[in-house]
Every structure is written in C-alpha cells, then in structure tokens.
C-alpha cells in the first residue's frame, strides 16, 4: 500500500472514531464478555459432553462419533472462511457490520444447539440416529456457530481502535469462558448422572435435554447482551465492488499468509497443538472421572478448578507478558505444564484429589497461554503491517480461525477413534479395568505431549520476543505520528 493511502485509511478511521457516540466503557466489556459466554454455553457443552451422549445415551461407536466430528470439523474450516468474506463484503446494516449477524443468527444458533441433545432419537434405528446427528450437528457448528463466531471475532477491532481496550476486550473475553466453563463444568455432571443400586453412575437421558433447554434460554439473554451494550464506533471504509475477492482468491491470500509469514505460522502450529491436547483432553474427562476413578464430583471439581486458574491468573498475566514477554513467559508456561502432566502419566495415580491437585497445577501453564493469546493475534498483525504496510486484520482472524479449525478437526476424530482404540463398548454398563487404565494414560499422555509440541513451536518457529514486538510498536508508532 502506498504512503498515501495508508494515511487517508487511518485517517478515515480516526474521523469515524470521533462521532458522536458513547464512549467506550464497562458494558461494551461486559457485552463483549456476555458474547463468550454465549457462544460457550453450547461451545463447551458440546466438548466435553456430546460423545458422551452419543455413545452412552445414542449407543454410537466412539469411531462413528469420531468421523462425524473429523468431517464437521474439515467443513467449519470453509464456512468460516465463507462468512468471513459474508461479513465483508454485505453492506453494513445501520447498526454497524458486525452486530446485525448478531441478531440475524442468535435464534438459530441457540436452536440448533438445543436439537444436539433430544434424547427420544435414543429409540430410533442407527441410520436414523446417524441422519440426526450429521444434520443437527452440522446445522449448529458448521453453519449457526460459526455464522455468528466470525462477527463476534470480528468485532473488536471496531468496538475500539485502542490497544490498551482491545486488551481489556481480550481479558474480559476469557473471562467470560471461564465463566461459562464454571457453569457448565460443574453443573452438568451434577444433573445428569446419578448412582444406581450397584454403586455405578449412570446417566439420566432426558436431563441432557433438560440442560440444553436451560442452556438455549441462557444463551439467547447473553447474545442480547453483547447486541444491545457494544458499539461499533469505528467504521471500516466500504469495498469497491471490482476489489472484492473471489473465494480462490481469498484461498491464494490465506496460502500466502501460511507460508510467509513465520510469526503467524508458529502461532498456528501452537493452536493446532494446545487445541488437540485441550479438546481430546476435555472429551476424555468425563470418562477418566467416571470410568477410571467411578467419581463424578471430581469431574465436576476438575472443570472449576480449572476455570478458578484462568480466573486467579487473569489479574496479573497482562503484568507478567509485559515484564518477561509474551513468546518468553508462554514457553515456561506451556513446559511447566507439560511437565506436570508428564509426572500424572509415570504416576498412575488411582486417588482422585491427588490427581485433582497435580492437574489444577498442571493446567495452570495452559490457561495462562490462553489468557494473553489474543494478544499474540494482535502482534502478529502488527508484524504483517510492518512487514507490507497494510490493514489485514481481517485475514489474520480468519488464517488463525482455519488453523483452530483443523486442530478441532484432529482432536474431534482422534477422541472418538481414541476410544475405539482402547476398547471402550460404547452403550455398556461397566467397562474393564484395561479400558479404564487406557483411559487414565490417553488423558495424561495428551496434555503433556501436547503442551510440550505449543512450547517447542513457540521457542523455535515464533519469531516475536519481547524486543522484537517493542521494535515493531515503535515503527508503527512512527509511521502515524508522520501520517498525521
């Protein structure tokens, strides 16, 4: 991009920042927070409980769920970056680009997470149950979740044009997933299983779809929340027709981001990495605490104790990235935690508190990571405006979303085909003690592979320490001050 160009676009934005609306404050942070929970509330649910329901409430084989998930996964990666370029090319509504998809999708989205979990399809033949499941879950993820995550996403860089307030959004956001995380974790093993007569939890079916009820409600106030307390105040300049991407364009740019640019590269390798341990982690949870230790309060526990971290570290992580640096405090971070969970998987430990206290620990290196990671993003944009001299914050998001994507697609399959392996019966009462075993080293092996591949990713393929990212503020703070 040209020099003069590059000042009239900052320039057009500066001037839309400066109408006369509210300014920015608590409740665009709450809005924004209320966003996460929202999309969390059928997001989490699903990921920790929904092979669960499948193949304990529907009796489908762990390797049917596993390809369902693996399939849905390859498709969210191209619907996101179909509503990305949606998003982009409508014409805003009169409230704004991003908040009207907000509204437009909230409905559908809290529908179709509700129909994931009707329990009367457990009396249905299997092709018929299969039919359900690829279409409800496919209308959820792929379509309604994903046509209402890209806006929200999306959205920030127009809320604010202030470093320090995409932060506060970034900060408030992962709270509002520990929030939702809490809730989710705790309550729903609470509510659907019970203790029978032989001492054995077993499952309620009709409270999956109590819950998902309850969670619909909850979910449909919070969108309203973040539709009704943000504010889009920067308004993006509109895009010539004849400048409009083909959808093979936007595949040729998205090559070109993953190849070129080394900082978004090792961000997406750690994604791919952190999400394959979380989301495999997150679904095998619910069968470690309920097959191998027979204690689903720990499986309550373990969500809390989980969310409580992000909480006890979000005060302090923006001090602690600022102090020793993002990319340098994320790899101790990541290690430590690897290194804990390595420990859990030599220990075999069989006392549930012992174990509750060693993986409190161990998550404590992840959930940091996760907190400033939106602040990685922002870096790395930064590194691409320094790089080109152009805004491509649109494109950024939607590399990074792929990448998630895939990470999803990987862990999605691999749980269900995990299961499989390991000779879990999907449908029965008790499972033996080998199965169990399997599932105490799958859910401790994982982590710390997984946390150990983010941390390696970070220290050799990340190239943004802490003094290159402060080179680059100064060159981008250089580049404004000469274009005012």
Same mark, same amino acid.
């Given at each position: 991009?040209?020099?003069?160009?590059?000042?009239?676009?900052?320039?057009?934005?500066?001037?839309?920042?400066?109408?006369?609306?509210?300014?920015?404050?608590?409740? *665009?942070?709450?809005?924004?927070?209320?966003?996460?929970?929202?999309?969390?509330?059928?997001?989490?649910?699903?990921?920790?409980?929904?092979?669960?329901?499948?193949?304990?409430?529907?009796?489908?084989?762990?390797?049917?769920?596993?390809?369902?998930?693996?399939?849905?996964?390859?498709?969210?990666?191209?619907?996101?970056?179909?509503?990305?370029?949606?998003?982009?090319?409508?014409?805003?509504?009169? *409230?704004?680009?991003?908040?009207?998809?907000?509204?437009?999708?909230?409905?559908? +989205?809290?529908?179709?997470?509700?129909?994931?979990?009707?329990?009367?399809?457990? *009396?249905?033949?299997?092709?018929?149950?299969? $039919?359900?499941?690829?279409? /409800?879950?496919?209308?959820?993820?792929?379509?309604?979740?994903?046509?209402?995550?890209?806006?929200?996403?999306?959205?920030?860089?127009?809320?604010?044009?202030?470093?320090?307030?995409?932060?506060?959004?970034?900060?408030?956001?992962?709270?509002?997933?520990?929030?939702?995380?809490?809730?989710?974790?705790?309550?729903?093993?609470?509510?659907?299983?019970?203790?029978?007569?032989?001492?054995?939890?077993?499952?309620?079916?009709?409270?999956?779809?109590?819950?998902?009820?309850?969670?619909?409600?909850? +979910?449909?106030?919070?969108? %309203?929340?973040?539709?009704?307390?943000?504010?889009?105040? $920067?308004?993006?300049?509109?895009? *010539?027709?004849?400048?409009?991407?083909?959808?093979?364009?936007?595949?040729?740019?998205?090559?070109?981001?993953?190849?070129?640019?080394?900082?978004?590269?090792?961000?997406?390798?750690?994604? $791919?990495?952190?999400?394959? %341990?979380?989301?495999?982690?997150?679904?095998?949870? %619910?069968?470690?605490?309920?097959?191998?230790?027979?204690?689903?309060?720990?499986?309550?526990?373990?969500?809390?104790?989980?969310?409580?971290?992000?909480?006890?570290?979000?005060?302090?992580?923006?001090?602690?990235?600022?102090?020793?640096?993002?990319?340098?405090?994320?790899?101790?971070?990541?290690?430590?935690?690897?290194?804990?969970?390595?420990?859990?998987?030599?220990?075999?430990?069989?006392?549930?508190?012992?174990?509750? /206290?060693?993986?409190?620990?161990?998550?404590?290196?992840?959930?940091?990571?996760?907190?400033?990671?939106?602040?990685?993003?922002?870096?790395?944009?930064?590194?691409?405006?320094?790089?080109?001299?152009?805004?491509?914050?649109?494109?950024?998001?939607?590399?990074?979303?792929?990448?998630?994507?895939?990470?999803?697609?990987?862990?999605?399959?691999?749980?269900?085909?995990?299961?499989?392996?390991?000779?879990?019966?999907?449908?029965? %009462?008790?499972?033996?003690?080998?199965?169990?075993?399997?599932?105490?080293?799958?859910?401790?092996?994982?982590?710390?592979?997984?946390?150990?591949?983010?941390?390696?990713?970070?220290?050799? $393929?990340?190239?943004?320490?802490?003094?290159?990212?402060?080179?680059?503020?100064?060159?981008?703070?250089?580049?404004?001050?000469?274009?005012?």
């Amino acid at each position: 991009m040209a020099k003069e160009s590059y000042v009239e676009e900052n320039s057009t934005l500066a001037t839309a920042a400066k109408k006369d609306v509210r300014p920015f404050g608590m409740k *665009d942070k709450i809005g924004y927070m209320a966003g996460d929970m929202a999309n969390d509330m059928f997001f989490i649910f699903a990921s920790s409980f929904l092979m669960v329901y499948y193949t304990n409430v529907l009796g489908i084989s762990g390797a049917a769920v596993g390809t369902l998930f693996l399939v849905a996964r390859i498709v969210d990666a191209f619907t996101d970056i179909g509503m990305g370029r949606i998003v982009d090319t409508f014409k805003p509504a009169k *409230d704004g680009r991003f908040r009207p998809w907000i509204r437009r999708v909230a409905p559908f +989205a809290v529908i179709g997470g509700f129909l994931m979990f009707v329990y009367v399809v457990k *009396d249905w033949s299997m092709p018929a149950k299969m $039919i359900y499941v690829y279409a /409800t879950y496919l209308f959820w993820g792929s379509f309604c979740y994903t046509g209402i995550n890209i806006p929200y996403g999306s959205m920030a860089s127009v809320i604010s044009d202030k470093a320090e307030e995409h932060a506060a959004l970034s900060t408030f956001r992962s709270v509002g997933a520990s929030i939702a995380s809490i809730v989710i974790s705790f309550a729903v093993p609470l509510v659907v299983y019970t203790t029978n007569s032989s001492g054995n939890q077993v499952i309620i079916p009709e409270r999956f779809t109590m819950v998902a009820g309850v969670f619909a409600i909850i +979910a449909l106030v919070l969108y %309203a929340l973040l539709y009704f307390w943000s504010t889009e105040r $920067i308004q993006l300049p509109e895009k *010539d027709a004849s400048e409009t991407e083909s959808m093979g364009e936007q595949m040729k740019t998205i090559v070109k981001g993953l190849t070129t640019n080394r900082a978004l590269l090792g961000i997406i390798a750690a994604a $791919i990495f952190l999400l394959l %341990a979380q989301l495999l982690v997150g679904s095998m949870n %619910a069968y470690l605490y309920t097959v191998y230790f027979t204690n689903t309060s720990g499986l309550a526990i373990a969500g809390v104790l989980g969310t409580v971290g992000v909480l006890l570290l979000a005060p302090f992580a923006s001090k602690i990235a600022a102090r020793f640096g993002k990319k340098e405090s994320g790899t101790i971070a990541l290690i430590f935690s690897a290194v804990m969970y390595g420990i859990l998987f030599f220990l075999k430990l069989d006392n549930v508190w012992a174990f509750l /206290t060693f993986s409190f620990l161990g998550n404590l290196g992840m959930n940091y990571f996760n907190i400033i990671i939106w602040a990685f993003i922002s870096d790395i944009i930064d590194f691409q405006e320094v790089r080109t001299g152009n805004h491509e914050d649109g494109t950024i998001y939607a590399v990074y979303s792929f990448s998630r994507k895939i990470g999803q697609a990987f862990a999605g399959g691999l749980g269900g085909f995990a299961l499989t392996a390991i000779g879990f019966v999907s449908g029965a %009462a008790s499972q033996s003690q080998a199965v169990a075993d399997n599932i105490y080293r799958v859910a401790t092996g994982v982590p710390a592979l997984g946390y150990l591949m983010v941390a390696l990713a970070l220290a050799f $393929i990340y190239p943004l320490g802490k003094k290159q990212v402060e080179e680059n503020t100064r060159i981008l703070q250089e580049r404004r001050a000469a274009g005012e």
